[in-house]
């Protein structure tokens, strides 16, 4: 069962409540159920028709709203009614119900937000993606574990490369905090580190290459990365319409080739992805883009049932104790205590 917050998307809680009903998985729906007709039948629909704005402090709204359908959501997993959460709401308030309520994995400095990267060749994570602005390098220790888990259980990847983002490839290069986590992660690959290939240092002009499988880096400089990717993917994607849409034979010649550009959006469409994934958690949380419509709210939710059938919460617990690199030996534990 996921539990899905219906409010707070861009194009409201009818366009949730039908991705809920196409992505034909179970779900409990939280939002205005006079507006969710479209999941009727398909899942269980609970009324909460208040929610949390962008506008607001998450961590208070979250803490003095219980009724606010992010919170509900978020109990739910936290209680064991639902496996994972699924939102397309303002992600300030649901990174703080997350916290707050359905918590980390003991052990986990921060939790981090992974999303495949909308590459050509072949899919490929940054993490994090917008959830801290600023780490220690001990952070950036983490968060490569926490992508090659991801990359393994939800994009079948057996043995992920991990790619430190820098200003260069030389492990010299970058600032304090890079130089001294490409310094930790290069001598675990010395002494035979098998969670991961260690790849060193990559550039920004290897993340649309997809150079390799995991692109760590702080929340700050990845979320500025994916959204120049995103808007650089849809700019090129209007400018070739433009130049079809020309004259005569430039129309001609677009439907010569109609077939593979079809093709090429879908493969760089972020609502065939389904958003970013909070990993560090002690439950799959997703974040979906506010934009997305019915058809990327569908892959959200399908995004959070395959991270709950894969295991991925306990494959990454397991991962991170073997490796040592949790704050505490207790941090293995995923019970919600």
Avoid: W
């Amino acid at each position: 069962m996921i539990a899905v917050d219906a409010n707070g998307a861009d194009r409201g809680p009818r366009a949730v409540a039908e991705g809920v009903a196409r992505s034909e998985v179970a779900c409990v729906v939280f939002g205005p159920a006079r507006e969710l007709d479209a999941c009727a039948g398909a899942a269980e629909i609970v009324d909460a028709p208040e929610y949390i704005t962008g506008d607001e402090e998450p961590a208070l709204a979250v803490r003095s709203r219980p009724a606010a359908s992010i919170v509900q959501a978020a109990d739910a997993v936290a209680s064991g009614r639902a496996s994972a959460l699924v939102s397309a709401g303002a992600t300030g308030a649901v990174l703080a119900a997350a916290l707050l309520r359905i918590k980390r994995l003991r052990g986990v400095h921060r939790p981090a937000l992974a999303v495949v990267l909308p590459t050509l060749e072949r899919p490929s994570v940054l993490v994090d993606a917008g959830a801290n602005a600023d780490v220690r390098p001990e952070h950036l220790v983490q968060f490569a574990y926490l992508g090659a888990c991801f990359a393994r259980a939800c994009l079948g990847v057996e043995r992920p490369r991990v790619g430190l983002l820098s200003v260069g490839e030389e492990r010299a290069k970058g600032n304090a905090d890079v130089l001294e986590a490409h310094a930790r992660l290069a001598e675990r690959a010395e002494a035979g580190e098998r969670a991961f290939d260690f790849h060193g240092n990559v550039e920004g002009f290897d993340v649309p290459r997809a150079t390799v499988d995991v692109v760590v880096t702080d929340g700050f400089t990845g979320n500025v990365a994916l959204k120049v990717m995103e808007s650089t993917a849809a700019e090129l994607g209007r400018a070739i319409r433009r130049e079809i849409a020309a004259g005569p034979l430039a129309r001609f010649g677009g439907l010569l080739v109609r077939g593979r550009l079809r093709r090429l959006r879908e493969r760089i469409d972020p609502e065939r992805i389904g958003g970013a994934i909070l990993l560090g958690l002690r439950r799959p949380v997703i974040v979906a883009h506010g934009s997305f419509g019915p058809a990327g709210i569908a892959s959200a939710v399908r995004l959070a049932q395959r991270a709950v059938d894969e295991r991925m919460v306990e494959r990454t617990a397991d991962a991170l104790a073997s490796a040592g690199v949790l704050r505490s030996a207790a941090g293995a534990s995923v019970a919600a205590k």
